[in-house]
C-alpha cells in the first residue's frame, strides 16, 4: 500500500467524536498545564498517562499528544507575559516576547507564538509522516547489533546533552541501566536484585519510576522552599498581529520549523537548544537583528517555531526505530507499551492503520491548537492564578492514583515515593533526570540485543563491527563523546579564565 | 558545603556503591547459572559491567572536580543561600512531606484510597501553611472523590475501600 493508501485506510480510526475530542482535551490539558509557572508538558503528559488506560489504544495515544503539543505552545504564554517560561523550551521567547510584552504588545507578541507554533507544528507533522515510513523501512534490515550500537549512540547523546556535566548525565544513564536489571534475567529467567519478591519478579513498573521522577521531585522541591509566583501578569494590550508581519516574519518561521525537524529527529536534543539556534539565526539573517532582544516580533516567531518544529520530529525515532528522543516521547512510549503496542519498523507493517491514524490525528492538532491556544491566551489571567499551595498536593493525589491504577497495586505507589526522592536527590545535585528514565527504558533493550548478537556470533564482539551501520554508529557515538569532551574543556577553560579576573580585580 | 565539595563527597559515595555492587550486591542478588557456556550471556555480566562504569565514571567526578577551577566558597549551593533557621524549617517540612508519604501508604489499606488521600493533601497543605485554608479543605475533599469517580466507574479500577467506608 502506498502513503495515500495507508492514510485513507486509517481515516476511519481518527474521524470520530473520541478521536478529536481527545485531541481537544489533550491540547486544552496541555495549554493549561504549560502555562501554569511550576508544571510543565513533561510532568502534564506523565500525569495524563494514567487516566489513557481506559481508552482506545488511539484515543489515548492521541490525548497524549494533544497534551505534548498544546504543552509546548502554552509554556509561551507565562514567558511573555510574565517573563518566566511555562517550559524549558520556551526559554528563547521571553528574549523579545517579555519586552514586547512591557511595550503594550503583548496580544499581538502571543497571537505571533500561536501563529509560528501551529505553522511549525504542522511542517514538523508532514517531515515526520515523509521520514518515519522511510527510515522504519531502512531500519527493517537492523539486526541485534545494528540496534545495540543504535541504543548504545542514543544513550550517549541524551547522557551528554541533557545537563550541564557529561559524567552526571552518564551517570544518571549508567543508574537507570542497572535499575532496569530488576527483575528476572532475560535468558535464564534467575533472579536479579528481586529479594525473590513477586513484586519485582517483573522488574519495576515503568509508569511508578516515571512518575516518581518527574513529578514527586516538583512537589519536594515545593514544601522546601513553598513560595508563590509575584510575577505581574502583562495586559494583553489592544494591538494584534496581522497578515503583513505573519508574512514578514514567515522565513524565520520556516527556518526555525527546519531546524526543529532536524534537532527533533536526532535523539536527546530537545525543543530548548533548537529554539535557540532557530532565534540566533533569525538575528542573524534579519534586517532588524538590532531590534532583537528588545521586543522584536520575529525574534518570537523564531523561537516558537523552533521549540514547535521539534513536536513532530520526536516522534520519528520513536516510531521508525522504537527510540525515544527526549523524555515526553518516552512517557509516550509507556502509552504504546501499555496497550500493547510496540514502537519500531514492525509496527509499521504488524499496526499500519494505527500509524498513520497518528499522522492525521497531529495534523488535526495543528488545526485545533490554533483555535484552542487563542482562547487560553485570553483565559491566562486565571490560569496563572492556581496557586501552587492547592495545585501542588494536588498533584501528589494525582500521581498516587494514577500509578496505583497501572496494576492495582500500592508497591507501585511505594516504587513512585522512592523514586521521588531519588529524583530529589539528583534535583539537588544537578544530576539530569531525562538519561536515567531513557536509559531504564532503553537498559532492557540494549542488554537484549547484545544478548542476541552474542548468541548469534556464539560470543564474539567482532559482530558488533560486522556491517556499515554498525560502523556508522560506533563512529557518532566517539564523535559524540570526543565533541562533548572539548565543549566541557572549553567551558572549563573559560571559566578559569573568568575566575582569575575576578580575583585579580 | 560547596558545589565542589558536595561533588566530591558525590563521587566518593558512586564510587563506593559500585564496589558494593561489585563485592556484594552481585554475588548475593544475582544468582548465575553454573552451566553458562560463553561469558557475555552470564546474567552477572551486565550488572559487573554497570558495576564498573559506576565506579570509573564515580572516580572521574572526583577527578574533574578536584582539578575544576572553581575556587572554595564560589558556587554555594542554593541551600546555604537561606538563612540557617529556614534551612531548618525547610528540613522540618521535607521530613514531614517523608512521614505523609509513608502514612499515606500505611493508611490506604485501613481508611481507603479516597479517605488518606484526602488527609494527605489536607496535611501537605498544612505543612507549606497554605495562605487559602478553606479552598484547601475543599480541594481535599473534592479532588479524591472526583478522581475516585473516574478510575472506579470509568476506568474499571478497584479502588482500596478501606475498613471504615465504602463508596458506591
Given at each position: 500500500m502506498n502513503l495515500f493508501d495507508n492514510l485513507a485506510a486509517a481515516w476511519p480510526l481518527v474521524a470520530n467524536i473520541?478521536?478529536?475530542?481527545?485531541?481537544?482535551?489533550?491540547?486544552?490539558?496541555?495549554?493549561?498545564?504549560?502555562?501554569?509557572?511550576?508544571?510543565?508538558?513533561?510532568?502534564?503528559?506523565?500525569?495524563?498517562?494514567?487516566?489513557?488506560?481506559?481508552l482506545q489504544p488511539i484515543t489515548g495515544i492521541l490525548l497524549l499528544l494533544g497534551v505534548y503539543k498544546g504543552g509546548i505552545f502554552g509554556g509561551s504564554i507565562p514567558a511573555i507575559l510574565i517573563k518566566t517560561p511555562g517550559t524549558p523550551a520556551s526559554s528563547a521567547t521571553i528574549l523579545d516576547g517579555y519586552p514586547m510584552a512591557e511595550n503594550g504588545q503583548a496580544g499581538k507578541a502571543l497571537g505571533m507564538a500561536l501563529y509560528a507554533?501551529?505553522?511549525?507544528?504542522?511542517?514538523?507533522?508532514?517531515?515526520?509522516?515523509?521520514?518515519?515510513?522511510?527510515?522504519?523501512?531502512?531500519?527493517?534490515?537492523?539486526g541485534p547489533p545494528e540496534f545495540f550500537t543504535l541504543i548504545l549512540f542514543s544513550l550517549t547523546i541524551i547522557a551528554g546533552v541533557s545537563g550541564e556535566s557529561l559524567i552526571k548525565g552518564l551517570l544518571a544513564a549508567v543508574?537507570?541501566?542497572?535499575?532496569?536489571?530488576?527483575?528476572?534475567?532475560?535468558?535464564y529467567g534467575t533472579n536479579r536484585f528481586n529479594f525473590n519478591d513477586a513484586n519485582l519478579m517483573g522488574g519495576l513498573n515503568f509508569i511508578a519510576v516515571l512518575i516518581g521522577l518527574f513529578a514527586i521531585p516538583e512537589i519536594l522541591a515545593y514544601v522546601w522552599q513553598p513560595r508563590s509566583s509575584d510575577e505581574q501578569v502583562r495586559p494583553l494590550g489592544e494591538q494584534h498581529v496581522t497578515f503583513a508581519e505573519y508574512r514578514?516574519?514567515?522565513?524565520?518561521?520556516?527556518?526555525?520549523?527546519?531546524?526543529?525537524?532536524?534537532?527533533?529527529?536526532?535523539?536527546?536534543?530537545?525543543?530548548?537548544?533548537?529554539?535557540?539556534?532557530?532565534?540566533?539565526?533569525?538575528?542573524?539573517?534579519?534586517?532588524?537583528?538590532?531590534?532583537?532582544?528588545?521586543?522584536?516580533?520575529?525574534?518570537?516567531?523564531?523561537?516558537?517555531?523552533?521549540?514547535?518544529?521539534?513536536?513532530g520530529a520526536t516522534l520519528i525515532p520513536l516510531l521508525a526505530l522504537g527510540v525515544p528522543g527526549d523524555v515526553i516521547t518516552a512517557i509516550i512510549i509507556g502509552a504504546f507499551m501499555v496497550h500493547g503496542l510496540q514502537p519500531g519498523p514492525m509496527m509499521f507493517i504488524a499496526n499500519v492503520d494505527i500509524i498513520y491514524a497518528l499522522f492525521l490525528g497531529l495534523i488535526i492538532?495543528?488545526?485545533?491548537?490554533?483555535?484552542?491556544?487563542?482562547?487560553?491566551?485570553?483565559?491566562?489571567?486565571?490560569?496563572?492564578?492556581?496557586?501552587?499551595?492547592?495545585?501542588?498536593?494536588?498533584?501528589?493525589?494525582?500521581?498516587?492514583?494514577?500509578?496505583?491504577?497501572?496494576?492495582n497495586n500500592v508497591f507501585d505507589v511505594i516504587v513512585m515515593f522512592l523514586m521521588g526522592w531519588v529524583?530529589?536527590?539528583?534535583?539537588?545535585?544537578?544530576?539530569?533526570?531525562?538519561?536515567?528514565?531513557?536509559?531504564?527504558?532503553?537498559?532492557?533493550?540494549?542488554?537484549?540485543?547484545?544478548?542476541?548478537?552474542?548468541?548469534?556470533?556464539?560470543?564474539?564482539?567482532?559482530?558488533?563491527?560486522?556491517?556499515?551501520?554498525?560502523?556508522?554508529?560506533?563512529?557518532?557515538?566517539?564523535?559524540?563523546?570526543?565533541?562533548?569532551?572539548?565543549?566541557?574543556?572549553?567551558?572549563?577553560?573559560?571559566?578559569?579564565?573568568?575566575?582569575?579576573?575576578t580575583t585579580s580585580e | 558545603m560547596n558545589v565542589k565539595s558536595n561533588d566530591i563527597w558525590l563521587g566518593a559515595g558512586v564510587v563506593t556503591f559500585g564496589i558494593f555492587l561489585l563485592v556484594y550486591a552481585i554475588p548475593v542478588l544475582v544468582s548465575?547459572?553454573?552451566?553458562?557456556?560463553?561469558?557475555?550471556?552470564?546474567?552477572?555480566?551486565?550488572?559487573?559491567?554497570?558495576?564498573?562504569?559506576?565506579?570509573?565514571?564515580?572516580t572521574m567526578l572526583i577527578i574533574t572536580t578536584l582539578f575544576s577551577p572553581t575556587a572554595?566558597?564560589?558556587?554555594?549551593?542554593?541551600?546555604?543561600?537561606?538563612e540557617r533557621e529556614e534551612v531548618v524549617f525547610a528540613t522540618a517540612r521535607l521530613a514531614a512531606a517523608a512521614i505523609i508519604m509513608v502514612g499515606l501508604v500505611l493508611a490506604t489499606p485501613i481508611l481507603g484510597m479516597v479517605l488518606a488521600t484526602g488527609l494527605a493533601f489536607a496535611s501537605i497543605s498544612a505543612v507549606v501553611t497554605t495562605p487559602r485554608p478553606i479552598a484547601a479543605v475543599i480541594v481535599a475533599v473534592v479532588l479524591p472523590l472526583v478522581l475516585y469517580a473516574f478510575f472506579a466507574h470509568v476506568a474499571g479500577v478497584s479502588v482500596p475501600q478501606g475498613r471504615f467506608m465504602t463508596l458506591p
Open positions: 473520541e478521536s478529536f475530542s481527545a485531541l481537544a482535551g489533550g491540547i486544552l490539558i496541555g495549554v493549561i498545564a504549560g502555562a501554569i509557572p511550576g508544571m510543565s508538558a513533561t510532568m502534564a503528559v506523565a500525569l495524563t498517562l494514567p487516566f489513557t488506560f481506559a507554533s501551529c505553522t511549525a507544528d504542522l511542517i514538523s507533522n508532514l517531515s515526520l509522516i515523509l521520514f518515519a515510513g522511510w527510515l522504519a523501512s531502512f531500519a527493517l534490515s537492523f543508574f537507570g541501566l542497572l535499575l532496569a536489571t530488576v527483575g528476572l534475567d532475560l535468558v514578514r516574519c514567515f522565513k524565520s518561521i520556516i527556518r526555525g520549523s527546519f531546524i526543529g525537524v532536524f534537532l527533533g529527529s536526532i535523539p536527546g536534543i530537545g525543543a530548548a537548544p533548537s529554539a535557540f539556534l532557530s532565534y540566533s539565526e533569525a538575528r542573524r539573517r534579519s534586517p532588524n537583528k538590532s531590534n532583537f532582544g528588545k521586543g522584536e516580533i520575529e525574534g518570537v516567531a523564531a523561537s516558537e517555531a523552533g521549540n514547535n518544529g521539534v513536536a492538532s495543528s488545526v485545533l491548537l490554533l483555535f484552542i491556544g487563542g482562547v487560553a491566551i485570553r483565559l491566562f489571567r486565571y490560569i496563572a492564578e492556581v496557586p501552587r499551595s492547592i495545585l501542588m498536593p494536588g498533584v501528589l493525589i494525582l500521581c498516587v492514583y494514577g500509578v496505583y491504577a497501572v496494576n529524583g530529589y536527590f539528583m534535583l539537588r545535585n544537578d544530576i539530569p533526570p531525562a538519561p536515567f528514565l531513557i536509559a531504564f527504558i532503553l537498559g532492557p533493550l540494549l542488554e537484549d540485543n547484545f544478548r542476541q548478537a552474542m548468541l548469534m556470533s556464539n560470543g564474539a564482539p567482532q559482530i558488533l563491527f560486522r556491517s556499515y551501520i554498525t560502523w556508522f554508529f560506533w563512529a557518532t557515538t566517539i564523535i559524540t563523546i570526543a565533541a562533548l569532551v572539548r565543549t566541557g574543556l572549553r567551558a572549563r577553560t573559560d571559566a578559569g579564565k573568568a575566575l582569575q579576573a | 548465575s547459572p553454573s552451566n553458562v557456556r560463553v561469558l557475555f550471556l552470564s546474567p552477572t555480566f551486565w550488572p559487573v559491567i554497570i558495576a564498573w562504569m559506576v565506579i570509573i565514571l564515580g572554595e566558597g564560589i558556587g554555594v549551593a542554593a541551600a546555604d543561600e537561606m
